[in-house]
């Protein structure tokens, strides 16, 4: 998956009103382009796609996590019809999958996501900056999860690696950790 960078919100919507021109005159079977997102970046986009296009609003479900108590990633669809649709890109404990021609999805998308939907034509995107390389993550105490997120200059395999190489670090970090309460336990330290 290769990720292209913007300047603006403009200059991303810009760009995927042209894949949409393209893949609406060349497939016979033409679906749609999705773009998913957190909420702060598909306002943006919707909000161009309203100003700067005649395409019709069919269903909108787009709420800010504090109002909805949904903190996951938005998907916004544009259909074979030139018809937006908005919605939760998660439902439950998973992600949607979809089959639509071309799907762009912020770097700051779930790997989840992703790799439910790795089998599509995914194009990762950043609005505003190039970072050359940077990791960072957050870990939710409550639930034992970690989101992870890596911005590289480098396609979804390389960062793939990168993700499989700090998960095998944390498992013998956990391994070693177990082992020593083990002894702890052993000699009731």
């Excluded at 599509?120 to 999860?145: C, K, P, R, Y």
């Amino acid at each position: 998956m290769r990720t292209l960078y913007f300047n603006s919100t403009d200059d991303f919507v810009d760009s995927v009103l042209e894949y949409y021109e393209r893949y609406e005159h060349k497939a016979e079977d033409f679906t749609g382009i999705s773009i998913v997102a957190p909420y702060e970046v598909l306002i943006g986009v919707l909000n161009h796609l309203v100003k700067c296009t005649s395409f019709n609003m069919k269903n909108i479900h787009l709420e800010d996590g504090e109002c909805a108590d949904y903190w996951s990633e938005w998907i916004l669809t544009v259909d074979f019809e030139r018809q937006i649709w908005v919605q939760e890109a998660k439902y439950g404990s998973g992600y949607i999958f979809t089959e639509d021609d071309v799907v762009f999805v912020h770097n700051d998308v779930n790997s989840a996501f992703v790799k439910k939907n790795e089998k599509e034509n995914l194009i990762a995107f950043e609005i505003g900056t190039q970072d050359n390389e940077s990791v960072s993550h957050v870990a939710n105490h409550d639930t034992d999860d970690y989101h992870l997120t890596v911005k590289s200059n480098s396609d979804a395999i390389e960062a793939l690696k990168i993700v499989k190489d700090l998960e095998s670090r944390i498992n013998r970090m956990n391994i070693v950790l177990a082992e020593m309460d083990r002894f702890y336990r052993l000699f009731q330290w």
